[in-house]
T-cell receptor, first 114, second 115 residues
Framework: DQQVKQNSPSLSVQEGRISILNCDYT??????FLWYKKYPAEGPTFLIS?????DKNEDGRFTVFLNKSAKHLSLHIVPSQPGDSAVYFC?????????????FGQGTRLTINP | DAGVTQSPTHLIKTRGQQVTLRCSPK?????VSWYQQALGQGPQFIFQ???????QRGNFPDRFSGHQYPNYSSELNVNALLLGDSALYLC??????????????FGDGTRLSIL
């Protein structure tokens, strides 16, 4: 039972354009969502998060949007830079089911082309 | 500011053996969680330790056990290794097991290969 899904295994974007990574979830108890970025041979690095009381959170070039009715969130990166090439994981947790027990999607490999 | 550190980086074992992986949390953190990441998949939650006790557990068999020490460092033990245990094992630390809206910080992992 895959509670968090990232349906695009890979995405290729031109440098300077917008990258949009998508994530869907099925567990309506999830109330905290995070995006992590992972380079080869390194652990996941926290990027940005959003709680269910918000529908948007911005941090520099990164913006996360949450659509609770559709159980969908997305990460926008603008402008995209070559250093953004990595695997991006969406993760979720539920306060009532263990706030620190993260459920991850399968990841999306983002490639930024010069 | 020391981040999460894990040892060893790589490990090769054979089926049936036992293995111990180690983790030191980020400075100031008192809660450690362990995740298993199989090739091409996202990390899967194994269990979490706080105040030297297992607080939460994912869908992993009893062959997977852990420990937390008074200095908050932690160990993951896996007994009777199977080929399917080959994976990247990630340790993550945070402040408090119930702390909400607090991102976990991950180490670089231990790559375990079972022959």
């Amino acid at each position: 039972d895959q509670q968090v899904k990232q349906n695009s295994p890979s995405l290729s974007v031109q440098e300077g354009r917008i990258s949009i990574l998508n994530c869907d979830y099925t567990n309506s108890m999830f109330d905290y969502f995070l995006w992590y970025k992972k380079y080869p041979a390194e652990g996941p690095t926290f990027l940005i998060s959003i709680s269910s009381i918000k529908d948007k959170n911005e941090d520099g070039r990164f913006t996360v949007f949450l659509n609770k009715s559709a159980k969908h969130l997305s990460l926008h990166i603008v402008p995209s830079q070559p250093g953004d090439s990595a695997v991006y994981f969406c993760a979720a947790s539920a306060r009532g089911q263990g706030a620190q027990k993260l459920v991850f999607g399968q990841g999306t490999r983002l490639t930024i082309n010069p | 500011d020391a981040g999460v550190t894990q040892s060893p980086t790589h490990l090769i074992k054979t089926r049936g053996q036992q293995v111990t992986l180690r983790c030191s949390p980020k400075s100031g953190h008192d809660t450690v969680s362990w995740y298993q990441q199989a090739l091409g998949q996202g990390p899967q939650f194994i269990f979490q330790y706080y105040e030297e006790e297992e607080r939460q557990r994912g869908n992993f068999p009893d062959r997977f056990s852990g420990h937390q020490y008074p200095n908050y460092s932690s160990e993951l033990n896996v007994n009777a290794l199977l080929l399917g245990d080959s994976a990247l094992y990630l340790c993550a630390s945070s402040l408090g097991p119930g702390s909400f809206n607090q991102p976990q910080h991950f180490g670089d992992g231990t790559r375990l290969s079972i022959l």
